[in-house]
């Protein structure tokens, strides 16, 4: 009995392992299956598209430069196409919202969020949608049935004085309806163009090739002297001169159109009717000639502009071109010319806020841009000061009064009782919006708006006005991206308390407490006042035009890297900005605490400088741990203290006045930073002072106090290795600091072992930060970059 038992056993086990296999099987089919028509889908998707296929391993380079991601087409969203599908961009899988900024790919005609497709392009210059080779210089990767589909407008410019040849083909127009001719089709014509009869602005290239794919049916032109041959048709054409590409410059109907002067004769096509369209070309050539406007923008490198608009804007006519040309001649008249762009720069009524932008339009200046500064009455003396030419203007808008919570004539926040003032002072700058635009109106043609990113209000001015804004905050990459993903991952949650380390997503390297972040950054649920401001910045910012980022690239390429690439709008880093100002003329009389310093230096003495800004509200019991600290480690400092009233201790100025100077005004700090005596800086960390710090090579003692001062001496210390830091008495990087805390780290800095490590490595940086700056240094460059993509502007 117990042998069939057994037996029935065996048999149900064996039974049961045989229908597991099967299972097995007919799942791995069906997994396979599934993967089969997702790829096919895919690729019949790409295929029925453009029919351009690009096989991953027949492209020649894996990426493509800065500059040929230039020359691809972008436009500004406006709204949505019929028939497009909930997901717009397929790189980062997000819908376009309005104002987004976006690239076209103009073999495929996908489109996708500038800074994720530029991104995917600098690694593979592919579609991530159809796979089609996206560089027309390579023209290996494309394949049989492109070539056969497309056509090429060539036009060179050369010191030869021959006649040069422009050949315009068949770019998808069947000459059979009058619309569709922006972007959708050009008239074909073939010219000869003499060097002379293009006029170039100072900079430019007017030099690359166009490919646009044709449409169905049609088969590549061949140019043959006077006429093109399409298959068996001949299209007869007399050669002219004086071809222009112009660029109408409206922002809410911009368009592309070719102007053809001095058109001799109609284009007569055989077997297909074509006069309609000639002479609508022709009433197109008359405006231009009547407005002058040919010859005022020059060939573009890359694909016509119209390419950059949603579809239903390039689809317009010839008479809607003509006559949208003609009032453009006329508001260029009015206006005065657009050779050189118009910056208007709008900085917060903050001193680190300020001179950077100040250094900044001086800089702007010098490239030939007209630059003009909002401030208001009382904020406008100090500006004017730091200006190195008189024809900035300055425009003054009067300051809100009589606001609930502000003291009364405070146009500054280093006027401020303390920061907790700082809100209802932020916040009442959006009275003076009606004054900005009103003054706005009045100027002439302004090509960019640069305003802190505390003036989030601005941005729906700039919109109103049709002008791309810039917002500058005076932060770091670091500190942006840190924010930025510490406030979509939260990776604090669960943490057992405020000092307990966590790794950061996407950036594992770098530790941090939630003690190194403020509010809301490091809420769950931000609450408040001050949670909703900066939350309205934030959004404010998002649909800017970028960043302008007082950093350079070499200091932190990969938080610099991840925001263009993964956050945006698009951050330019063009500094140490305060690098560019000449070099101060030195004044007959020194001041009293340079002639001190000077006395050091003639003992031999190195010295300290402490400073900790002039917006940080200090606890006096903390000044005066300080004050401790640094008389006994026996070092000499020199301390600047931003209160004339404070008594730092009983006594203490006289004890320290042979090795210590006290000064309770202001000082220039860059001129302290730069004295051959000063070889160490205990901060706050404010970014304006930690790149001070560098381009001056002194190591940097890091006690932060307020806003992203915290991740800033973290960049310092623990990602650059710049600097020591002063932890708080329970070693936490927040709380209140011991003099022992003091002493010794000033001690450590200033003679010990770790000192002379950070001194070494903060000298490479300021070789670093030196480089950027000078001419063809990556600072440099993408300053003139950020004229040339928000202006369309070329040097």
Same mark, same amino acid.
């Given at each position: 009995m117990s042998n069939k038992v057994l037996g029935v056993a065996t048999q149900i086990l064996v039974m049961g392992i045989v229908i597991s296999v099967i299972l097995l099987f007919v799942g791995i089919g069906f997994l396979v299956l599934i993967h089969v028509c997702i790829v096919g889908r895919a690729f019949r998707r790409g295929f029925s598209s453009t029919g351009n296929m690009v096989e991953r391993g027949s492209i020649g380079s894996t990426s493509m430069s800065h500059d040929d991601l230039e020359k691809l087409p972008c436009f500004d969203f406006k709204a949505r196409e019929k028939g497009s599908s909930p997901v717009d961009c397929a790189v980062c899988l997000e819908n376009f919202k309005m104002g987004d900024k976006c690239r076209l790919l103009p073999k495929c005609n996908h489109s996708f969020h500038a800074q994720c497709i530029d991104s995917w392009l600098l690694k593979t210059p592919i579609c991530p949608i159809c796979r089609t080779s996206v560089d027309s210089q390579k023209g290996s990767m494309?394949?049989?049935?492109?070539?056969?589909?497309?056509?090429?407008?060539?036009?060179?410019?050369?010191?030869?004085?021959?006649?040069?040849?422009?050949?315009?083909? %068949?770019?998808?127009?069947?000459?059979?309806?009058?619309?569709?001719?922006?972007?959708?089709?050009?008239?074909?014509?073939?010219?000869?163009i003499s060097p002379k009869s293009i006029r170039v602005l100072e900079g430019t290239t007017p030099i690359g090739d166009i490919s646009v794919p044709a449409s169905e049916g049609e088969k590549p032109?061949?140019?043959?002297?006077?006429?093109?041959?399409?298959?068996?048709?001949?299209?007869?054409?007399?050669?002219?001169?004086?071809?222009?590409?112009?660029?109408? +410059?409206?922002?809410?109907?911009?368009?592309?159109?070719?102007?053809?002067?001095?058109?001799?004769?109609?284009?007569?096509?055989?077997?297909? +009717?074509?006069?309609?369209?000639?002479?609508?070309?022709?009433?197109?050539?008359?405006?231009?000639?009547?407005?002058?406007?040919?010859?005022?923008?020059?060939?573009? %490198?890359?694909?016509?502009?119209?390419?950059?608009?949603?579809?239903?804007?390039?689809?317009?006519? %010839?008479?809607?071109?003509?006559?949208?040309?003609?009032?453009?001649?006329?508001?260029?008249?009015?206006?005065?010319s657009l050779s050189s762009p118009h910056f208007v720069i709008f900085p917060f009524m903050a001193q680190g806020h300020t001179i950077p932008l100040l250094h900044l339009a001086n800089l702007l200046h010098r490239r030939s841009v007209t630059v003009t500064i909002f401030t208001t009455p009382a904020n406008s003396p100090s500006i004017l000061r730091s200006l190195n030419y008189k024809d900035i203007s300055i425009i003054n808008l009067p300051f809100p009064e009589n606001v609930p919570g502000l003291p009364s004539g405070v146009?500054?926040?280093?006027?401020?009782?303390?920061?907790?003032?700082?809100?209802?002072?932020?916040?009442?700058?959006?009275?003076?919006?009606?004054?900005?635009?009103?003054?706005?109106?009045?100027?002439?043609?302004?090509?960019?708006?640069?305003?802190?990113?505390?003036?989030?209000?601005t941005?729906?001015?700039?919109?109103?006005?049709?002008?791309?804004?810039?917002?500058?905050?005076?932060?770091?990459?670091?500190?942006?991206?840190?924010?930025?993903?510490?406030?979509?991952?939260?990776?604090?949650?669960?943490?057992?308390?405020?000092?307990?380390?966590?790794?950061?997503?996407?950036?594992?390297?770098?530790?941090?407490?939630r003690n190194d972040l403020e509010p809301p950054f490091c809420d769950p649920e931000p609450k408040g006042e001050y949670s909703e401001f900066v939350m309205e910045q934030i959004i404010a910012t998002s649909k800017s035009q970028g960043l302008v980022v007082n950093s350079f690239h070499e200091l932190e390429p990969s938080f610099h890297d991840y925001w263009n690439s993964e956050v945006g709008p698009r951050a330019w880093c063009v500094g140490p900005v305060f690098l560019a100002e000449p070099q101060k003329v030195e004044p007959q009389k020194k001041s009293k605490w340079v002639q001190w310093l000077d006395a050091k230096l003639a003992e031999g003495r190195s010295v300290l400088y402490v400073a900790f800004g002039s917006q940080a509200d200090i606890l006096p019991e903390q000044l005066r741990e300080i004050a401790i600290g640094l008389e006994k480690s026996k070092m000499n400092?020199?301390?600047?203290?931003?209160?004339?009233?404070?008594? %730092?201790?009983?006594?203490?100025?006289?004890?320290?006045? +042979?090795?210590?100077?006290?000064?309770?005004?202001?000082?220039?700090?860059?001129?302290i930073l730069g004295h051959e005596s000063v070889n160490g800086f205990m901060s706050h960390c404010g970014w304006n002072s930690v790149l001070e710090t560098i381009c001056a090579s002194v190591p940097i003692l890091a006690l932060p106090l307020m806003a992203?001062?915290?991740?800033?001496?973290?960049?310092?210390? +623990?990602?650059?290795?710049?600097?020591?830091?002063?932890?708080?008495?329970?070693?936490s990087v927040r709380g209140f600091v011991r003099s022992e805390a003091v002493e010794k780290m000033v001690r450590e800095l200033m003679e010990g072992e770790m000192g002379k490590e950070v001194r070494k490595k903060v000298k490479e940086m300021e070789k670093m930060a030196s480089g950027a700056m000078e001419q063809g240094g990556s600072s440099w460059r993408t300053l003139d970059l950020l004229i040339e993509d928000v202006c369309g502007y070329k040097r």
């Open positions: 494309v394949s049989s049935e492109e070539t056969n589909r497309s056509t090429d407008i060539r036009i060179e410019l050369s010191s030869n004085p021959s006649p040069l040849r422009a050949s315009v083909g %068949l770019i998808p127009c069947s000459l059979k309806r009058n619309q569709d001719f922006i972007g959708d089709g050009l008239l074909p014509v073939p010219v000869n032109t061949v140019e043959s002297s006077n006429s093109i041959v399409e298959g068996e048709k001949s299209i007869a054409a007399t050669p002219c001169t004086d071809i222009f590409v112009s660029f109408p +410059d409206d922002p809410d109907t911009s368009s592309t159109s070719i102007a053809v002067d001095q058109v001799s004769n109609e284009l007569i096509e055989q077997n297909t +009717d074509t006069s309609e369209e000639a002479n609508t070309h022709q009433k197109a050539t008359t405006v231009f000639d009547e407005t002058g406007l040919q010859g005022t923008f020059v060939i573009d %490198l890359g694909l016509p502009r119209a390419y950059r608009l949603p579809r239903e804007t390039r689809a317009r006519s %010839l008479e809607q071109v003509a006559e949208q040309t003609k009032k453009e001649g006329e508001k260029k008249k009015k206006m005065g146009e500054s926040t280093d006027k401020l009782p303390s920061m907790a003032f700082f809100i209802p002072f932020a916040n009442s700058t959006k009275l003076m919006q009606p004054h900005f635009e009103k003054a706005l109106s009045s100027l002439p043609k302004v090509s960019c708006i640069i305003s802190d990113g505390f003036f989030g209000w941005q729906q001015s700039a919109t109103k006005f049709g002008i791309p804004r810039l917002v500058f905050y005076g932060m770091s990459n670091y500190s942006m991206a840190i924010s930025k993903v510490v406030t979509k991952y939260r990776p604090y949650l669960g943490l057992k308390s405020d000092d307990e380390p966590f790794d950061v997503p996407c950036f594992p390297w770098v530790k941090l407490t400092f020199l301390w600047v203290v931003r209160s004339k009233g404070l008594e %730092l201790n009983v006594g203490f100025e006289e004890r320290v006045k +042979d090795r210590g100077l006290v000064v309770k005004e202001w000082v220039d700090q860059r001129e992203e001062q915290h991740l800033n001496a973290r960049m310092a210390v +623990d990602e650059l290795g710049i600097g020591l830091r002063i932890l708080a008495e329970n070693g």
